[in-house]
């Protein structure tokens, strides 16, 4: 059956054979989403056709008389055929059978496991041939678990029959281990074998052609993302199926968006149906990115990074995510609205990085080709930005590093470094361009780079700083009308100094202007820019991480302003408010 869990289904098939005698329960366990119940039904329908199965779930049972109607009802329609022969009515009493346990040694018995006779009608069977019981969800079944141990044990020791309990026992209480080996005679582990099971389900358990289709694409993503619950996946790509069916066909045929929709799914349905978020909370992944007091901060910084995906640019919209995943709800109309919006559905031209980053899912043919090409841009030194330019360098890392291609690291290291450098020259800000104030520094185009912690990439990463910081320096002068320019446009200036745009890349816009300078300014302004003024000023110096040089202008300003407050009564009535704010600002990132 599956390749992991080989040793489990023939050991199974070894305790089920007919000619192999036991007295014991075996039992199957496994981490929760593992695939346990997928996995044993599986094997009870590839099982011969003489081995039957009776298959009853506990989860939800809070006695015993409620397995007592589910084996009633699974046996039922076996009641009338020629395999079972009753003996007649045995009173439940004329039948005693007791395993007795002693825990802790001293040689008397502390806890009885009695095994009691089910009431379904039925005091005895007299033969059950081949057929065995698998219960199912055991940690999940609120009856006692000593209690439920006895039930089962009737089975085994008074009828011989064969029993499989099913159970991640990491959620069972411990106190039931110590009389577990009275009834449990092997107990076996599944571990999840993502592969063979997607496989499986590509095949038999999802009608969705396109799921098929995509298949490969998905066990890919699911090894690289190392995806092992395969409940939650199942989930997902049901998910998916379903935003397929009610999809315009032109959006069917676009491959592109098809592998971002079912990212997107199995990304947001994994964070939610482990509890990680809720499903409400979907719509905030985009802002907690860079907001590291948000309470899923962390979160979407994982999604983002685990999968890849642009949590700006989800192929739906934020509604149609909780209403799909939260609350099941689906409407087609607005599925193809969102879609319709979406960069996934324009006629753009997709830039050859991005088609690499998933590189797993490609062709041979088409891996080549667009290797190809970018060997082409690297010799050219042809890049549309600098961070395509690390979006390829981290590829081709990876790739090296996977054994895809031989080419020789420190060459790529030098010829990275070329490239930098020729576009630093001629835009010495442009390494700002992307890493924008308060943002991280590992990801463009919405997509994490590939090998961002490697050794290499990150000197390489530092080359582009140190010869952008050096660019900048030597460019200071070419700066300073632009920046003394801006404290004619207030909203822009406020704008700048709050982080929310950069000018030229440059982030240390204090520096340019002399305290008294921007002191004599402020005392220009209306009051309502003044206000505004000084709440920019306490954003940015609690909220952004700056450069040292402007904590040193910050120091100057207050000492400026302070020694002024009490002698210059002009002072005080223009600057109170920014008083106020400068008494505490700027003190978190010192």
């Given at each position: 059956?599956t390749?992991?869990?080989?040793?489990?289904?023939?050991?199974?098939?070894?305790?089920?054979?007919?000619?192999h005698?036991?007295?014991?329960?075996?039992?199957?366990?496994?981490?929760?989403?593992?695939?346990?119940?997928?996995y044993?039904?599986?094997?009870?329908?590839?099982?011969?056709?003489?081995?039957?199965?009776?298959?009853?779930?506990?989860?939800?049972?809070?006695?015993?008389?409620?397995?007592?109607?589910?084996?009633?009802?699974?046996?039922?329609?076996?009641?009338?055929?020629?395999?079972?022969?009753?003996?007649?009515?045995?009173?439940?009493?004329?039948l005693?059978?007791?395993?007795?346990?002693?825990?802790?040694?001293?040689?008397?018995?502390?806890?009885?496991?009695?095994?009691?006779?089910?009431?379904?009608?039925?005091?005895?069977?007299?033969?059950?041939?081949?057929?065995?019981i698998?219960?199912?969800?055991?940690?999940?079944?609120?009856?006692?678990?000593?209690?439920?141990?006895?039930?089962?044990?009737?089975?085994?020791?008074?009828?011989?029959?064969?029993?499989?309990?099913?159970?991640?026992?990491?959620?069972?209480?411990?106190a039931?281990?110590?009389?577990?080996?009275?009834?449990?005679?092997?107990?076996?582990?599944?571990v999840?074998?993502?592969?063979?099971?997607?496989?499986?389900?590509?095949?038999?358990?999802?009608?969705?052609h396109?799921?098929?289709?995509?298949?490969?694409?998905?066990?890919?993503?699911?090894?690289?993302?190392?995806?092992?619950?395969?409940?939650?996946?199942?989930?997902?790509?049901?998910?998916?199926?379903?935003?397929?069916?009610?999809?315009?066909?032109?959006?069917?045929?676009?491959?592109?968006?098809?592998?971002?929709?079912?990212?997107?799914?199995?990304?947001?349905?994994?964070?939610?149906?482990?509890?990680?978020?809720?499903?409400?909370?979907?719509?905030?992944?985009?802002?907690?990115?860079?907001?590291?007091?948000?309470?899923?901060?962390?979160?979407?910084?994982?999604?983002?990074?685990?999968?890849?995906?642009?949590?700006?640019?989800?192929?739906?919209?934020?509604?149609?995510?909780?209403?799909?995943?939260?609350?099941?709800?689906l409407?087609?109309?607005?599925?193809?609205?969102?879609?319709?919006?979406?960069?996934?559905?324009?006629?753009?031209?997709?830039?050859?990085?991005?088609?690499?980053?998933?590189?797993?899912?490609?062709s041979?043919k088409?891996?080549?080709?667009?290797?190809?090409?970018?060997?082409?841009?690297?010799?050219?030194?042809?890049?549309?930005?600098l961070?395509?330019?690390?979006?390829?360098?981290?590829?081709?890392?990876?790739?090296?590093?996977?054994?895809?291609?031989?080419?020789?690291?420190?060459?790529l290291?030098?010829?990275?470094?070329i490239?930098?450098?020729?576009?630093?020259?001629?835009?010495?800000?442009?390494?700002?361009?992307?890493?924008?104030?308060?943002?991280?520094?590992?990801?463009?185009?919405?997509?994490?780079?590939?090998?961002?912690?490697?050794?290499?990439?990150?000197?390489?990463?530092?080359?582009?700083?140190?010869?952008?910081?050096k660019?900048?320096?030597e460019?200071?002068?070419?700066?300073?009308?632009i920046?003394?320019?801006?404290?004619?446009?207030?909203?822009?200036?406020?704008?700048?100094?709050?982080?929310?745009?950069?000018?030229?890349?440059?982030?240390?816009?204090?520096?340019?202007?002399?305290?008294?300078?921007?002191?004599?300014?402020?005392?220009?302004?209306?009051?309502?820019?003044?206000?505004?003024?000084?709440?920019?000023?306490?954003?940015?110096?609690n909220?952004?991480?700056?450069?040292d040089?402007?904590?040193?202008?910050?120091?100057?300003?207050?000492?400026?302003?302070?020694?002024n407050?009490?002698?210059?009564?002009?002072?005080?009535?223009?600057?109170?408010?920014?008083?106020?704010?400068?008494?505490?600002?700027?003190?978190?990132?010192?």
């Open positions: 059956m390749s992991k869990n080989q040793h489990i289904t023939e050991y199974l098939k070894y305790y089920l054979d007919k000619d005698y036991s007295n014991f329960a075996v039992m199957l366990t496994g981490e929760w989403g593992v695939g346990k119940t997928y044993i039904k599986e094997f009870i329908g590839k099982l011969e056709p003489d081995k039957k199965c009776i298959y009853v779930s506990l989860n939800g049972i809070s006695n015993k008389s409620e397995i007592d109607h589910e084996l009633f009802r699974n046996l039922h329609p076996i009641l009338s055929s020629d395999g079972f022969v009753f003996a007649g009515n045995l009173l439940k009493n004329s005693k059978a007791t395993v007795r346990v002693d825990i802790d040694g001293d040689g008397k018995s502390d806890v009885d496991i009695k095994s009691e006779i089910p009431n379904i009608k039925i005091s005895s069977l007299k033969r059950l041939g081949d057929k065995f698998v219960f199912d969800d055991f940690e999940r079944c609120s009856i006692n678990k000593v209690e439920l141990l006895g039930y089962i044990n009737f089975f085994v020791e008074q009828f011989g029959i064969k029993v499989i309990i099913v159970c991640n026992e990491d959620e069972v209480d411990n039931y281990r110590d009389i577990k080996e009275k009834v449990v005679g092997k107990t076996l582990k599944l999840s074998d993502v592969d063979s099971a997607l496989k499986d389900f590509f095949n038999h358990g999802n009608k969705c396109l799921v098929k289709s995509l298949g490969g694409y998905v066990i890919d993503l699911c090894n690289d993302k190392k995806i092992i619950n395969l409940r939650i996946l199942f989930f997902a790509l049901d998910e998916f199926s379903r935003v397929v069916d009610v999809m315009d066909p032109e959006y069917v045929e676009n491959n592109y968006l098809c592998k971002a929709l079912i990212k997107n799914t199995i990304a947001l349905s994994y964070y939610v149906n482990s509890g990680k978020i809720l499903a409400a909370e979907i719509p905030d992944l985009w802002k907690a990115l860079y907001k590291e007091e948000h309470k899923v901060h962390d979160q979407a910084q994982r999604i983002n990074k685990e999968f890849g995906i642009d949590l700006f640019d989800l192929v739906l919209s934020s509604k149609d995510w909780v209403d799909l995943i939260g609350d099941g709800f409407e087609g109309q607005s599925i193809n609205e969102s879609i319709s919006n979406s960069i996934y559905s324009r006629s753009i031209e997709i830039p050859v990085w991005d088609k690499l980053w998933d590189y797993n899912s490609l041979p088409n891996f080549d080709s667009l290797k190809e090409e970018v060997d082409k841009k690297i010799i050219n030194k042809d890049f549309e930005s961070g395509e330019v690390f979006q390829i360098f981290g590829w081709y890392l990876q790739i090296i590093k996977k054994n895809i291609s031989d080419e020789s690291t420190v060459k290291k030098n010829d990275f470094e490239i930098i450098d020729a576009r630093l020259r001629s835009n010495p800000l442009e390494f700002y361009d992307f890493k924008f104030i308060g943002f991280g520094c590992d990801s463009y185009g919405g997509k994490v780079f590939h090998s961002a912690k490697d050794d290499l990439f990150l000197e390489v990463w530092k080359y582009a700083h140190e010869i952008s910081e660019r900048k320096e460019s200071y002068e070419e700066y300073m009308d920046f003394k320019d801006l404290l004619l446009d207030h909203k822009r200036f406020f704008n700048v100094i709050k982080g929310e745009e950069l000018i030229q890349g440059y982030d240390r816009v204090m520096i340019f202007y002399g305290y008294k300078e921007i002191f004599d300014w402020y005392v220009s302004l209306e009051y309502n820019f003044k206000y505004e003024f000084s709440e920019s000023i306490k954003k940015r110096f909220d952004l991480k700056l450069h040089s402007e904590r040193v202008w910050l120091s100057d300003f207050k000492n400026y302003l302070y020694g407050k009490e002698g210059v009564g002009l002072f005080y009535h223009h600057a109170r408010v920014l008083y106020e704010i400068l008494e505490n600002v700027g003190l978190q990132n010192q």
